[in-house]
């Protein structure tokens, strides 16, 4: 298949003619800004390199152009060295929608120098939603790639989380995410909240002033770019906490770090410490946890850097979170000894606000890429962390796991909606079984994380229990409700036998009723029957315990032979599904024959056949101590074997060769 016949991309404003000549001084100056990681400004030089205007939306360029270009022109190299650096510099400033057209172009190049065009093409693909599309490309990128190194690895990985995304899509979570207001989400980044005492923190790079000092970024050969610094700085602010309301009204937090930028704020429940990363943002930007301390007069003091034991020498350690009951302090960190570049780790916290020597979580929750963002909620002994080293929807995921700071469960995927095909991290709670909070994304911005409320929805399970002969209701039965991603929730019915539950899955459930004197029922809903609805009703009938023993029927046998028929094992299925449902009951399976033949010969054969009913049981999974197995001969018959003179009576007959079970213990 060739990539796109017409390839829709930003830009280009200029004639066929001009585009193979690229701009030297263009060039130049957007390495230099590559090179220093300014990827908006690299982009915007790279676009001049090849003499595309960047306001030229929507210019859909004709099948063939680009190899056009490419055999004419006497700059090929310069050419396709530009469109791949503008690719990478759409990408790695978060433009995917822009990037995965000029990686379009560039995977047509047979330059080996570009060989993972295709790989980024494939992340492009799926960072807008195309994951079918994404799936292709990254096979074909497979088959073309030659070089032994990770990649082939890593698209591998993306593929699987393709087929997980677009399953996801299909059967999506209850969750509802809503943007906050504007001047919360303001011109830059804006993300990882915090809570306490009513009052709403965050992070913001919200423009500061209009301009700032000249800087001098450097590149290969010398060369050198004059820009003004940023006026987009990290800093924390806060806001009340009704963020929904239309306007917020927002202030910053007055933290004297001097030159260095601050974000990722975590108060310790106190609420006289605040902890967060800072960094100076110039040469390496090594990213540092800091303390703060609040005065008597509600002021922070001057930030302290925390010690070795987070804070490790040329390495970056950063997002604190600090637990709500005040022991533990979890972080992320690049430091040596973790399982991939960044890890979670975690210390004790001391009386006075300073740590202990930080241990690893351990490689059941970190993974070989980077894990980040940790929140801990030590009510229910979960853990959510966002991360991009696992089978995903692609970027970083929400994933949670449970566990005690010693052994953990394997983390699960929180999936669509709460995660996207972008960055998904920092995890705020607006209550203790974390249905309601914050989570900071960028699945709708181009460039940078947004605030977004997030809120489980809730699903309606409604029944009622009635008499299976009688269908009168049940009034008291016991109604137990288990499922994945779902704490175990009981309740009993009411006088009119109903019962209702709110559940926060529709990941599939099991309903369990029980009452005494009744057998129990077990009734289990699927994902695909739950995806659609918010309401469901649940009815179910309960079947009394009789004293007398209960006829399964057509459980045949071959002729003379204990050996069960194929369709006599169906129907004994009823019955297994009753001792499953009844973990408690324990029966006595008992069989009888007609009167041909001996007494010895019938009592004989009855016990083997009894025998082999239980032994069926038994291989499906049945305890053996929950059975025994009787045989009756012909003594207990329940119809004549013979009518009057001797007459053969096969109705009657037919109804004495039965197999049967009664409950021995309730």
Known sequence: MHYLKTIFILLLSFSFAKAQFVSADSKRVADVYYLNKEYYAAAEYYKKALQISPDSLGFVVPYGFEKKVLEESPKREDYEYAVFQLASSLRLYKNFQDAEKWYAIANNFTNSKYALSGFWYGD??????????????????????????????????????????????????????????ANVNLSGSNYATALLNNTFYFTS???????GKDEILSGVNDNKVVKKATPYINAIYTAQVNTDTAKVSVSRVTVNAKEMEVAAPALHPSGNLMYFTAWINKDEKIRSIYISRKSATGEWSDPVSLGGEINVNGYNS???????????????????????????????????????????????????????????????????????????????????????????TAPKNLGYPFNSAKDDLYFTPLDEQDNEGYVSSDRESICCLEIFHVKKDILTVNGKLIDCESKKPLEG?????????????????????NYSFGITSNRGFHLNATKRLYFAKNLNYSLQQLVAIDTLKGELCLEKIPEKPIVLKNILYEFDSAELTDSSKVNLNHLYDIMVDNKDIEIEL?????????????????????????????????????????????????????LAKGKDNPEGRALNRRTEFKVTKK
């Open 590 to 642: 008992g069989a009888h024959t007609d009167n041909i033949g001996t007494a010895e010969y019938n009592l004989d054969l009855s016990e083997r056949r009894a025998k082999s009913c239980v032994d069926y049981l038994v291989s499906k999974g049945i305890a053996p101590e929950r059975m025994t197995s009787k045989g009756y001969g012909f003594s207990i018959p329940v119809a004549p074997n013979q």
């Open 477 to 497: 039965a016991k109604i137990v409700l288990t499922g994945e991603d779902i704490e175990e929730m009981t309740t009993t019915t009411d006088a009119n036998g």
């Open 205 to 211: 790079s919200r423009p500061k002033g209009t301009g």
């Open 124 to 181: 492009c693909l799926r960072s807008n939603l195309r994951f079918e599309e994404a799936i292709m490309a990254y096979e074909i990128f497979i088959k073309k790639y030659t070089l032994n190194d990770s990649y082939k690895e890593k698209a591998i990985a993306e593929i699987e989380s393709c087929k997980f995304a677009l399953n996801e899509i299909k059967y999506p979570r209850l969750y509802k995410l809503a943007k906050l207001p």
């Open 318 to 408: 950063m997002q604190p979170y600090v637990t709500k009951d005040g022991k533990y302090f979890v972080f992320s960190s690049d430091r040596p000894g973790g399982s991939g570049k960044y890890d979670l780790w975690y210390a004790l916290v001391r009386p006075d606000g300073t740590t202990g020597n930080a241990m690893n979580l351990g490689d059941k929750i970190n993974s070989k890429g980077d894990d980040q963002a940790p929140y801990f909620n030590s009510k229910t002994k979960k853990l959510m962390f966002s991360t991009n080293g696992r089978v995903g929807m692609g970027g970083f995921d929400f994933y949670e796991t449970q566990g005690d700071f010693t052994n953990w």
